[in-house]
Structure formats: structure tokens, C-alpha cells
């Protein structure tokens, strides 16, 4: 009996903790996309000055509390095309498992014409 369970408590533990480590993944690749939507928001905008972008997503990342460790936003703003790329990662529960999260977002610039 003790070396059935010693062989499948770990196995447990091991398949608990992959599915908490799916669930912060899924969680954090939702983060990813949310921050990297609010930044295309806000500097597709008419008129966005400089800079909107990077700011609604820093502040957006920042009301998460920390759900993306090292998280870094990219904004390109080519005039009439806008993209965003969010990367960061989140905790790792499961040994030799890349926490790594990439979220890229785009969409034209808002132009008004008469």
C-alpha cells in the first residue's frame, strides 16, 4: 500500500499543478491580449498624441497586479497602420515549462473625412 501511494502522489501532484499551470497561462495570454487591445485603442484614436499607447497599456498591466512578470509593450504607429505586441511570462509551477506569452494585435488608424 505505502509504495502504491508513493508512486501516485506525485503523479497527482504533478497533474494538480499542470492544470493550475494552464490556468495561469490562459489567464495571463488573456492579460497579454486585453493590455495589447486597450494600447491599439487608444493610438488608433483620432488625433492620439504620442505615446497613448504604451500608457493605456502600462496602466492597464498595472491594475492586473502583476499577472505578466517582465511584461514589455511595442507600439508601431506607421501612420495608417497601428500594431501592438505585448510579451511577458507568468509563474511557473511545472518544471521545465516556458511561461513565455506573446500577444500581437493591429488594426488602421481612424481617419476622419469630410
Known amino acids: ?3 502504491e501511494l508513493s508512486m ?4 497527482a501532484f504533478l497533474m494538480l499543478f499542470a492544470l ?10 488573456s492579460v497579454a491580449h486585453h493590455a495589447a487591445q486597450q494600447a491599439l485603442d487608444a493610438q488608433r484614436a483620432y488625433n492620439a498624441a504620442p ?4 500608457t493605456a497599456a502600462r496602466d492597464f498591466l498595472a491594475r ?6 517582465g511584461a514589455s509593450v511595442q507600439v508601431e504607429d506607421n501612420g495608417n497602420q497601428v500594431s ?9 509551477l ?3 515549462w516556458d511561461g513565455h506569452i506573446d500577444q500581437r494585435v493591429q488594426a488602421p488608424k481612424e481617419k476622419f473625412r469630410q
Open 20 to 29: 493550475i499551470q494552464g490556468g495561469l497561462y490562459f489567464h495571463g495570454r
Open 8 to 11: 501516485v502522489v506525485p503523479l
Open 1 to 3: 500500500m505505502a509504495l
Open 84 to 92: 501592438v505586441e505585448v510579451q511577458g511570462s507568468v509563474i511557473n
Open 94 to 96: 511545472v518544471p521545465g
Open 51 to 54: 505615446g497613448a499607447g504604451q
Open 64 to 69: 492586473m497586479g502583476g499577472s505578466l512578470s
